[in-house]
């Protein structure tokens, strides 16, 4: 696979809230995005990623599009495979995340 790309982002300021797709986020290191309720210097998930191809896959098995921010992740990737990345740095515009470890779907 070559260089992936940010499909989309998406923030959600309380647990069980909505997902709301915004355009860019800061990110703070040691802790995540400032406002989404995931982020946070104590806690193990501050940012999360998911790719768009397991989107898109799980769309064929529905038989019917996944709607935007359902998979309750932070950050939509195409072109990379995230599972491959767990221990080495990536790096998404200005910004290098350390991929520590796999995400099992809620």
Not at 25 to 48: A, L, W
Request: charged share 25%; glycine share 12%; net charge neutral.
């Amino acid at each position: 696979m070559g260089p992936g790309e940010v499909v989309s982002i998406h923030f959600v300021r309380e647990d069980g809230g909505r997902a709301t797709k915004v355009d860019s986020v800061e990110i703070k290191t040691d802790f995540g995005i400032p406002g989404d309720y995931r982020s946070g210097g104590n806690k193990r998930r501050q940012v999360t990623l998911i790719e768009q191809e397991a989107l898109d896959e799980a769309a064929a098995i529905l038989g019917r599009p996944v709607p935007e921010g359902a998979s309750r992740r932070q950050v939509v990737i195409r072109g990379l495979d995230l599972n491959t990345l767990i221990g080495p740095q990536i790096k998404i515009g200005d910004i290098v995340l350390a991929v520590e470890r796999y995400c099992a779907p809620c």
